[in-house]
């Protein structure tokens, strides 16, 4: 059925059949796909291309949409907005090469960072050089550091590499899912013998309600909030942040 897509054919060539029912095409491959085959084949058709490795560009070009409409598509699919479609890359280096703490107020990575299990796939992540040296800078081995934005995982995992408990929590449970993901990892004995692994506590939860943690029970808070509006991290998740008005936002913020 996706023989034209997953093959990895030029665009040019993608435009002029449809991969479904394989006939000529006078309109756009998009077009054709909705009106003939529906929008769910559509949406179907999309995210093969995306599983396939096709370039975001090229999918906008080749279906006619844009890079919002795309996100949306995967994010309805998965239930969180993540980059890329594949498993877990394999784990090559446990931290970042010829590393050296942050001593200015401006810090500036060459490279975004993909030691351990980091990989960017979830979108509006931030670099896990930072939550490193927030952990570094702020906290000491086995202090417990407290993450309510986890989305992907980033800070768990950095927390699990140096050595802090973490309290990891994100309302939306595909972004737990991909979080737990990225820290089923063991790591090498060498870290072992600088500090004990402590495995994050994960579960879903909303930023705005932290009854449950106990007071002065927390070392130190390592979390990225949402972005108002500019990236949608769920689809249909009640209390996503990311849904709500720039006022809306800014007033739940004020509050957490």
Request: aromatic share 10%; net charge neutral; hydrophobic share 35%.
């Amino acid at each position: 059925m996706q023989q034209i897509i997953t093959e990895h054919l030029n665009a040019q060539e993608a435009k002029n059949k449809c991969p479904i029912c394989y006939i000529s095409l006078a309109n756009s491959l998009g077009e054709h796909i909705r009106k003939e085959h529906g929008e769910e084949e559509f949406r179907q058709t999309v995210l093969k291309a995306k599983e396939s490795g096709m370039a975001d560009p090229e999918i906008g070009s080749l279906f006619g949409i844009t890079f919002k409409q795309l996100e949306e598509i995967i994010t309805e699919a998965y239930g969180v907005n993540i980059s890329m479609l594949k498993k877990r890359k394999k784990v090559k280096y446990w931290a970042p090469k010829n590393f050296k703490e942050e001593n200015t107020t401006v810090w500036s990575f060459k490279q975004r960072g993909n030691w351990a299990t980091h990989d960017g796939r979830y979108r509006g992540n931030w670099s896990p050089y930072i939550p490193r040296n927030v952990i570094l800078k702020y906290s000491k081995p086995g202090d417990v550091v407290l993450d309510y934005f986890v989305g992907g995982g980033t800070a768990a995992v950095e927390a699990k590499l140096l050595g802090r408990s973490c309290i990891a929590r994100d309302i939306n449970p595909a972004a737990i899912g991909l979080t737990k993901e990225n820290l089923n990892f063991t790591p090498p004995e060498v870290l072992f013998e600088r500090h004990p692994i402590y495995e994050p506590e994960v579960s879903t939860g909303d930023a705005r309600d932290l009854s449950d943690i106990p007071d002065n029970s927390i070392d130190l808070i390592c979390a990225h909030p949402p972005y108002a509006g500019i990236i949608n991290y769920s689809s249909k998740v009640e209390g996503d942040l990311s849904k709500l008005s720039i006022d809306e936002f800014f007033n739940k913020m004020r509050k957490n």
